[in-house]
């Protein structure tokens, strides 16, 4: 079966980063939902987009989150992914996108920080990567 379409999940104990995409990296949708909120949210964007599987990251809040997504993903498949070093990244690029202010000008990019939380981007990249994994995998000699 060739992927087409994920719901991302990138699980916290406070909040949750979702995202859905379409392959090769079309974001659909993306936000933070308030983990007691995981279930309702996510049964919502099943029907919505109707994605091929869901994708949870193995990190911090993964076990409760991931019993959480099977209990609601009826026959769709939930898939642990790799989270390492997906904050980081997400934070990159969110200073990158984002215009500084103020004093935060005169710092290196390195040193800036996000204006807003950023778990969303990191259920974006966690579902850009498994994509890409999936698509070179399909690829002809791949």
């Known amino acids: 079966m060739t992927v087409r379409r994920v719901l991302s999940v990138d ?6 980063g979702v ?3 379409e392959a090769p990296a079309t974001v659909l949708w993306h936000g933070i939902v308030p983990r007691t909120e995981l279930r309702s949210r996510v049964i919502d964007l ?18 409760d989150a991931t019993t959480d997504l099977r209990a609601v993903a009826g ?3 939930v898939i642990p992914v790799p989270e390492r070093n997906s904050s980081e990244r997400a934070r990159a690029r969110c200073v990158a996108e984002q215009r ?18 950023y778990d969303d981007v990191v259920a974006v990249i966690l579902a850009e990567e498994y994509l890409t994994r999936e698509l070179s995998a399909a690829a002809p000699g791949g």
Not at 100 to 117: A, C, D, I, Y
Request: net charge positive; proline share 15%; glycine share 12%.
């Open 46 to 63: 099943l029907h919505r987009f109707c994605p091929d599987c869901i994708l949870v990251g193995n990190g911090t809040g993964s076990r």
């Open 75 to 77: 026959k769709l498949p």
């Open 11 to 16: 699980p916290g104990t406070g909040k949750c």
């Open 19 to 21: 995202a859905v995409l």
């Open 100 to 117: 500084p202010r103020g004093w935060q000008r005169m710092l290196p990019r390195s040193l800036r920080t996000p204006n807003e939380p």
